[in-house]
Structures are given as structure tokens and as C-alpha cells.
Nanobody, 126 residues
């Protein structure tokens, strides 16, 4: 079992920055795949970024603005979000796939992840 707790959301003006954190506990390992997804009201959940064995993946909509990183000693994954836009407003959730590095799933898809956090709200005002 893996437990995920997000923090760092809030209200920010367009052009501002936020850093989200996702603290993992339970059975965690450096081979886990960690991802960030978001869901805006009335929209489907969408992929934001993923970390897999040090390889980083990003949605086109956030590339160049968001950075995913992982501190394995702290079992924490971060999402640094810069140049925020109103369309980034959503509930951001982190997700995990234990030993995911070896499973070769499509980590752009939410269905590939086994564990989810509760989410944290990010609101970007114009």
C-alpha cells in the first residue's frame, strides 16, 4: 500500500508560481513511477507530468513552465509551476505506480496508476 498526500495548492495571480508537493508513505521505491494529473470543473482528468527512473514526461500544455522532480530520501515528488495561466486552474493530484519503471505502462493515462492522493486546489486568477 502507498499513501499520497499533496500540499502546496492555493490562489495565485496569472504569471505567478506555485510548488506542489506529494509526500509518499508505505511501500515506496526509486523504481516507482510518480505522476501529476489535474482536473478542472466539467473536464476530464488530464496528464500533467511524470517521473520514471529519472526520465521526465510533460504534457505539451505545461512544457517549459512546469518541472517535476523527486527527492527519494524524503519520498516526495514536487511540481514546480511557473508562468501560471488561468487555464491551469484545477485540482491537482499525484499518483503512483509501485515498481512502475519495470512495468512499461502508458504513464500518460490515469488508468495506468495504482494509487492516488486526495488532490490540492490550484486557482489562477486573471
Amino acid at each position: 500500500q502507498v499513501q499520497l498526500v499533496e500540499s502546496g495548492g492555493g490562489l495565485v495571480q496569472a504569471g505567478g508560481s506555485l510548488r506542489l508537493s506529494c509526500a509518499a508513505s508505505g511501500r515506496t521505491a526509486s523504481s516507482d513511477v510518480m505522476g501529476w494529473f489535474r482536473q478542472a470543473p466539467g473536464k476530464e482528468r488530464e496528464f500533467v507530468a511524470a517521473w520514471s527512473g529519472g526520465v521526465l514526461y510533460y504534457a505539451d500544455s505545461v512544457k517549459g513552465r512546469f518541472t517535476i522532480s523527486r527527492d527519494t530520501a524524503k519520498n516526495t515528488v514536487y511540481l514546480q509551476m511557473n508562468s501560471l495561466k488561468p487555464e491551469d486552474t484545477a485540482v491537482y493530484s499525484c499518483a503512483a505506480v509501485p515498481m512502475g519503471y519495470y512495468l512499461r505502462r502508458d504513464y500518460y493515462r490515469a488508468q495506468s496508476y495504482d494509487y492516488w492522493g486526495q488532490g490540492t486546489q490550484v486557482t489562477v486568477s486573471s
